[in-house]
């Protein structure tokens, strides 16, 4: 008679689970290059998004496109820096945003209902890009409920750091940007 219980593995507890795994990640090595290309990346992104909001005063300077970039062009081979994460991630929050200020208004409660929202609808529609979250907060505290908002600064932020990564990202030999589309 075999043992099973030998060949099984058991499930952790939930107090295992807090342990983590016993494996570290093994980060990849960066040299000076890599480190140049993530900072002209960042910095023409951010500078054509600040120029616009600034001084052409197109839009309002939005905070989580500072997070974006630094996926886009620290990361640009995670999940969520790829096009599609950073796009619908941002639109899809913002939009869930400002609907949860009309329905709601700016309160505690429409704060917490429209992020934990946005992260259960980018999850299912596997576009999760984890500023976004912030994206939703600003959507229900400042966008006023107007959905303009997501257009601009959202929409068209999002798709000024889209082209710079595609041309920034892939200048770099090492570095092949988006690794995919959809």
């Known amino acids: 008679m075999s043992d099973l219980s030998n060949t099984q593995k058991k499930e952790p507890t939930y107090f295992e689970?807090?342990?983590?795994?016993?494996?570290?990640?093994?980060?990849?090595?960066?040299?000076a290059d890599q480190v140049m290309w993530s900072f002209i990346?960042?910095?023409?992104?951010?500078l054509a998004i600040a120029y616009l909001a600034q001084e052409a005063k197109m839009f309002s300077l939005f905070a989580p496109f500072g997070a974006s970039a630094v996926l886009l062009f620290g990361a640009p081979a995670a999940p969520f820096s790829q096009p599609r994460n950073?796009?619908?991630g941002h639109v899809v929050s913002a939009?869930?945003?400002?609907?949860?200020?009309?329905?709601?208004?700016?309160?505690?409660?429409?704060v917490a209902?429209?992020?934990?929202l946005a992260i259960a609808v980018m999850v299912a529609i596997k576009s999760v890009h984890p500023p976004a979250g912030?994206?939703?907060?600003?959507?229900?505290?400042?966008?006023?409920?107007?959905?303009?908002?997501v257009w601009s600064p959202v929409a068209v932020?999002?798709?000024?750091?889209?082209?710079?990564?595609?041309v920034v990202n892939n200048l770099d030999k090492k570095r092949i940007y988006p690794h995919y589309w959809y």
């Open 41 to 46: 990346g960042g910095f023409i992104a951010l």
């Open 86 to 88: 950073l796009v619908v």
């Open 157 to 166: 932020g999002a798709l000024i750091l889209l082209v710079v990564a595609l």
């Open 113 to 116: 209902l429209g992020v934990a």
């Open 134 to 149: 912030a994206t939703a907060l600003i959507g229900v505290t400042a966008s006023g409920g107007n959905f303009m908002w």
């Open 95 to 110: 939009t869930i945003g400002v609907l949860i200020f009309n329905i709601f208004g700016n309160t505690f409660y429409s």
């Open 17 to 31: 689970k807090l342990k983590g795994k016993t494996v570290k990640a093994d980060l990849p090595k960066v040299g």
